[in-house]
């Protein structure tokens, strides 16, 4: 597998997922900086948590006009797979690859805690996964799910929903954690599995999150 | 030289958890005859031309393209001559 992680100025999640994609799934990890363009031939482009141009304006305004990100727009036509963790998934609402748009917290508080997720069953990425529930931390100040109401009938009849949170932390609607695009190759979500997979960080639950959307690769 | 000065709110659809912050502080405050408060962003951009049409050619972009996410905000501007 080729992955482009693209580096963001103020991205600091990138050596995370990057070194769990290396080391769990042997994956070609390169790392873009946000003036350069990805690679022709990547299997997955990974938006990475972090706070890109310092969340100034709105968190993902200014990153989606980067370099790299016009390349990345390039392989979503292609029908490449894309995965935006945290600050990445803001990255794909403000640059529309995903439908809606991440707010403030309810609580106007950043919220950095483990979270149990509900795999969504009607969802082609997590309707394979066996388990119920999934312990995977958020760190966000800027993680409710907005999108008008027909958009979000709409996400939820085409079954975009990834996950939802068993207890919304910070007033999403409709507990939304994760979302994709409907060929599920573009995802995203506010929780970080990347920090879930590390025996020395205690909870493994993201490896079953990565498992599930690389069988659709 | 013209200024452009943006106005930036919360669509009526979204809620604006800051805006209820203070509102409720206002209401301890005893001012309960205020209904509602939405906070918004306010933003000045100066423009180098003598063409006002230029002006206003760029305030309309800035505004659509980057400055402003029409999901969740809507947005109002002027144009002055400096």
Redesign the interface.
């Known amino acids: 597998m080729k992955v482009s992680v693209i580096t963001f100025p103020g991205s600091n999640c990138d050596k995370d997922i990057g070194t769990i994609l290396e080391k769990e799934y042997s994956a070609q990890v390169q790392f873009v900086w946000h003036k350069e363009q990805i690679p022709d031939k990547v299997d997955l482009v990974v938006l990475p948590g972090g706070f890109s141009f310092g969340d100034y304006l709105r968190c993902g305004a200014m990153a989606k006009y980067s370099e790299a990100m016009k390349s990345v727009y390039e392989h979503a036509k292609r029908g490449g797979m894309i995965l935006g963790i945290c600050n990445g998934f803001q990255i794909l609402t403000e640059s529309g690859l995903l439908p809606g748009a991440l707010l403030h917290n309810r609580s106007l508080k950043y919220i950095c805690k483990d979270v149990t997720l509900l795999p969504n069953l009607t969802n082609k990425l997590s309707k394979n996964i066996a388990q119920k529930e999934l312990i995977i931390p958020i760190a966000h100040g800027e993680g409710a799910f907005f999108a008008e109401s027909e958009t979000l009938e709409r996400i939820e009849n085409e079954g975009q929903v990834v996950f939802r949170y068993a207890s919304n932390p910070n007033g999403s609607l409709n507990d939304i954690a994760g979302i994709c695009d409907t060929t599920g190759k573009i995802i995203g979500m506010m929780p970080h599995p990347e920090r879930a997979i590390n025996p020395y960080t205690s909870h493994l639950d993201g490896r079953v999150i990565f498992d599930a959307i690389f069988a659709n690769m | 030289m013209f200024i452009i000065k943006i106005n930036i709110t919360l669509k009526d ?3 604006d ?2 805006g209820q ?1 203070v509102l409720r502080t206002l209401h301890d405050q005893g001012k309960e005859n205020i209904t509602d408060v939405r906070v918004g962003k306010y933003i000045e951009v100066k423009v180098k031309t003598e063409d006002q049409s230029i002006a206003e050619k760029h305030a309309k972009e800035l505004c659509e393209s ?2 402003v ?1 029409q ?2 905000e809507t947005f109002r501007y002027s144009v002055e001559k400096l």
Do not use: D, E, Y
């Open positions: 659809s979204v809620l958890p800051q912050t980057i400055l996410n999901v969740i």
